[in-house]
C-alpha cells in the first residue's frame, strides 16, 4: 500500500465523546510519525493496535520515498506504559505472547530506514521494549525506563527481547531493571548512549525533526546495511528457552500478578 501525506485514524473511528485507542500515522514528505493514540490509559497498548503496529510497519518497509520514522506517544505522559492487561486474562497458550510481541518488535527492528522514539512520561514494560527497537532515542529529562514486571504481573521476556535490550543497555541495567523493577530516569541514560539526546518538553518535537532532516539527508542504502547488519548480529543464534517462558505463563504467580492488577492491589508471590 503507497501511503500520500495524509493522516489516517488506524483501527477506530473518531466520536464526539471518545476516541478509541488506536494508531495515528502522518506522512509528510520523507518522514512517517506514528503516534500510539490511548492517553487514557497511559498510550497501553492492545492486541489491535499491536497488530496495527506490524501492519504499519510491513508496508512502510516497502516504501522507498520514506527516510526516517518517529515513533510517539500521545500526550504527555508516556510513550508506552506496556500492554493493555485485560487481554491476558484469557491467555492459554503459554508463552504465545511473547511469541507473539516477537513477530510485531522484529518488523519496528528490521524497518530498513532510520527510526526515532520520542519519549515523554513513562517507557515501560513493551514501551520500554518498542523504543529500544528504535534506532534512535529523545526524551525529556523526567522520563523513566523500565520493566517492572517482577512487581507487576510476574511474567517474562522472551530471549530475543532479553538479547536486544541487553545490547542496548547493557545486561547490568537489564538486570536492575528486572530483577528490582525499578525504573531509571532519562539522565543515567545519556552518558551509556541508549539516548541520543535529552530535551525539554517544549523542544522535544523540534529537536526529533532536526534529528530527522540530518538522518534523510544520508545515503538509505547504507543506512539500511548498517542497521540491519547489526539487527542479525544481536538476534542470531538465540538460545531456545520456551521452558522457561512456558513455566511463568503457566505459574500461579503469573495469574495472581494478573488479577491483583485489575483488582487494583498488591500481588501475593508464592513461588509456584
Known amino acids: 500500500m503507497v501511503f500520500d501525506s495524509v493522516h489516517l485514524l488506524l483501527e477506530c473511528l473518531m466520536s ?3 476516541t478509541p485507542p488506536c494508531l495515528d500515522l502522518q506522512i509528510t514528505g520523507h518522514v512517517a510519525r506514528i503516534t ?3 492517553p487514557a490509559a ?3 497498548m492492545t492486541w489491535p493496535m499491536y497488530e496495527e503496529l506490524k501492519r504499519i510497519c510491513d508496508s512502510l518497509a516497502t516504501n522507498s520515498d520514506i527516510r526516517v520514522v518517529i515513533f510517539r506517544g500521545a500526550g504527555d505522559k508516556a510513550f508506552v506504559s506496556g500492554s493493555d492487561i485485560q487481554q491476558f486474562v484469557d491467555l492459554k497458550e503459554d508463552e504465545a505472547y511473547e511469541i ?3 513477530n510485531i518488535f522484529i518488523s519496528l527492528q528490521e524497518l530498513p530506514m532510520p527510526t526515532i ?3 515523554e512520561g513513562l517507557a515501560v514494560g513493551s514501551g520500554l521494549l518498542m523504543a529500544t527497537s528504535c534506532d534512535f532515542r529523545i526524551s525529556t529529562p523526567e522520563a523513566r525506563f523500565g520493566i517492572p514486571v517482577a512487581k507487576t504481573l510476574g511474567n517474562c521476556l522472551s530471549p530475543s527481547n532479553l538479547a536486544w535490550i541487553s545490547a542496548h543497555l547493557g545486561i547490568p541495567t537489564v538486570k536492575k531493571m528486572l530483577l528490582t523493577a525499578e525504573l531509571i530516569k532519562a539522565p543515567q541514560l545519556l552518558d551509556s548512549g541508549f539516548l541520543y539526546q535529552l530535551a525539554e518538553a ?3 518535537t523540534a529537536a526529533g525533526d532536526a534529528l530527522a532532516e540530518k538522518l534523510a539527508a544520508l ?3 547504507t543506512q539500511k546495511a548498517s542497521k540491519l547488519a547489526l539487527t542479525r548480529l544481536i538476534n542470531h543464534n538465540l538460545p531456545n528457552c520456551t521452558d522457561l517462558m512456558r513455566e511463568t505463563y503457566n505459574s500461579i504467580d ?3 500478578g494478573v488479577n491483583a492488577f485489575l483488582e487494583g492491589r498488591p500481588p501475593k508471590w508464592q513461588g509456584k
Open 219 to 221: 545515503a538509505p542504502i
Open 42 to 44: 497511559r498510550n497501553a
Open 117 to 119: 522514539a520520542i519519549i
Open 254 to 256: 503469573f495469574r495472581e
Open 202 to 204: 517544549a523542544d522535544i
Open 100 to 102: 507473539a510481541v516477537d
Open 36 to 38: 500510539f493514540n490511548n
Open 16 to 18: 464526539t465523546l471518545s
